[in-house]
């Protein structure tokens, strides 16, 4: 009797220090589930980013014959293309893609004083197929900017921020397109 | 934006709970009344046996059910780009973890509807009537409404509680049915041993006033349960497009539409953007519809500041002039807070004409009709049964093989 009296405060103390430890391994779980859930919203976004620089060799082939007059538009692509191959690091290549997306907008714009482009099938397949990679990529990145949101403040907050140091977990990188770039208006020269 | 998906599930949840306790209190005073002593337990067994029923019917017949009655025919990326590709993009923007398969439905209604039970089972499904008539803006509303129902599980959601409010309005049924044809064996043979004639006439009462308000506070419970989720998904649709305009748009034309779905009933009612059921010059009625008013919907989205769950709510509240918001707190301290609205898309939409002919193609191809372009421009399209082997062109009178 006397022993299981004294064992008493034992059990409460083990019994604290399991709950202590669940509650961790909830916290660890939740911050491993979340940055699962970031590298799957990059891939998406990264999926979606290769397509479009698939896409373009054959936009350019087809576009081709129609936009002779249309040289620096033209190669305006071909390089900001050229330039996402050449970028190292995740805010070169952000800024490489966005540059991408500029020129490619320059292009649509243009490609409106040729009637017998917007004539051709092939090249409104190809326009849709473009245009719907670029909404495609921006869904993906806001996307992604949420779950990177969700994740940062996981890692900076109480009591997440303890857990977070404890087992390295860092914030994560936002994808962002400066304004500019992005609400840029095409300038479109008809002389 | 993940919050607001656990917040609702909690208020929802209670409101369920609440038509849930209402079938078990419906079922033990049925029990009391009709088979007297300790009847309260076996009615409240018969009630849930009657519900767990229901549930089964409705979990076997599975997803399907919905596009089979509706007539809808799954397409693939060829049929309809535009179509596949907007569903793409609003998969990526609701973070979905599978694209779900599209499903287009021959009638002239414009309207769109979602089903499945796990986003890794949905599927959704747009009239052709819609396709003919909206741009690609408010086509990604409108599809960007229908993936918020799915990433929200309100098809889950309905099913639950069009279940349980079924089942009530069963049970009321019954028991009034009962008491007219003379039921009420309790009635008469407590009265005659003379005790307990009192507690024995409150529960008479009560179980009249339950079997007569009951079915109606769960069919409320349950049409305020479902006009709630879709002011949520307007809202996500809103947030998921960065662009209320188009979905504001599309309701509008939509609404203005003369076409009724033939397909629809009640059952399904609450899965579609619009209810297909209100009839026309009735104003979309107040309690006793499965979705708000239109022209509340779309002023709503119209006085939104910028395209966040924030904007959505002080829009709402401005709008119905209230205090109380839509969307829960935890929902809108967890939103981005600088979601600003993006302008209209300037991109290429084809003319509603070319629409209108793609989504004809479609369906004239899916029903079998060869297509023979005559060098003139017509373009002829042969029946199945044709059984002749000539087809003359009725604009240049050229006979073609078939």
């Known amino acids: ?191 | 934006m993940w919050e607001q998906i656990a917040a609702n599930r909690r208020k929802s949840a209670v409101l369920v709970f609440v038509m849930a306790l209402l079938l078990v209190v419906l079922g033990w005073f049925l029990g009391e009344y009709f088979i007297g002593e300790n009847g309260g337990v076996l009615g409240v067994a018969g009630a849930l046996a009657l519900w767990l029923i229901l549930t089964l019917v409705a979990w076997f017949q599975g997803d399907q059910i919905f596009l089979t009655m509706s007539g809808a025919r799954k397409i693939e990326k060829k049929d309809l780009p535009v179509l596949h590709n907007v569903v793409e993009e609003m998969t990526l923007a609701s973070g979905l973890p599978r694209m779900p398969d599209i499903y287009v439905i021959d009638d002239p209604a414009p309207n769109a509807f979602a089903t499945g039970r796990k986003p890794e089972t949905a599927a959704v499904a747009v009239t052709a009537g819609l396709l003919k008539i909206l741009d690609r803006d408010e086509l990604q509303g409108v599809i960007a409404h229908e993936m918020a129902h799915v990433r929200n599980r309100d098809v889950l959601l309905m099913l639950f509680a069009g279940i349980l409010a079924g089942a009530v309005v069963i049970l009321a049924e019954v028991g009034l049915r009962g008491m007219w044809f003379g039921g009420g064996r309790s009635r008469s043979r407590r009265s005659d041993s003379g005790d307990g004639g009192g507690a024995q006439a409150i529960i008479m009462i009560v179980a009249v006033v339950l079997m007569i308000l009951a079915p109606i506070l769960a069919q409320m419970i349950y049409l305020a349960v479902s006009r709630k989720r879709e002011y949520l998904a307007d809202a996500s649709a809103a947030a998921f497009t960065r662009y209320p305009e188009g979905l504001a748009s599309a309701l509008e034309k939509i609404s203005r539409a003369p076409d009724k779905l033939a397909s629809a009933n009640r059952a399904t009612a609450p899965m579609y953007i619009i209810n297909p059921l209100q009839r026309d010059g009735k104003m979309a009625a107040d309690g006793s519809s499965t979705h708000p008013p239109i022209a509340e919907r779309v002023r709503i989205l119209r006085s939104m500041g910028g395209s966040a769950f924030a904007d959505y709510d002080a829009s709402y509240r401005q709008v119905r002039g209230g205090k109380r918001g839509v969307i829960p707190k935890s929902a809108l301290t967890e939103d981005p807070p600088a979601a600003g609205a993006r302008s209209p898309r300037t991109e290429p939409t084809p003319s509603a004409r070319v629409r209108a002919r793609e989504v004809d193609n479609l369906f004239y191809n899916n029903a079998g009709y060869q297509r023979i372009e005559c060098p003139c421009g017509a373009i002829l399209k042969i029946p199945p049964g044709f059984t002749s082997t000539g087809a003359q062109c009725p604009h240049c009178n050229k006979v073609h093989t078939v």
């Open chain 1, 1 to 191: 009797m006397m022993m299981a009296a004294a064992l008493i405060p034992l059990f409460v103390l083990l019994g604290l220090a399991l709950v202590l430890v669940m509650w961790v391994v909830g916290i660890y779980n939740g911050l491993i589930r979340l940055r699962n859930q970031v590298k799957e919203a990059w891939a998406q976004v990264d999926v979606q980013l290769k397509r479009r620089f698939d896409l373009i060799p054959n936009l350019m082939e087809t576009v081709k014959g129609y936009m002779n007059h249309e040289r620096e538009t033209l190669e305006a692509v071909t390089q900001a293309r050229a330039a996402i191959s050449g970028a190292g690091t995740l805010p070169d290549r952000i800024q490489a893609e966005s540059g991408l997306t500029a020129a490619l907008g320059r292009l649509f714009a243009v490609s409106e004083a040729y009637p017998d482009l917007k004539a051709s099938t092939n090249f409104l397949a190809l326009q849709e197929e473009l245009t719907s990679t670029e909404n495609k990529i921006s869904f993906a990145r806001q996307f992604y900017n949420e779950t990177v949101m969700r994740m940062n403040n996981k890692v900076q907050m109480f009591p997440g921020n303890i857990i977070a140091g404890m087992f390295n977990f860092k914030e994560e990188t936002f994808f962002e397109v400066t304004e500019e770039e992005q609400r840029e208006a095409p300038k479109v020269d008809f002389s």
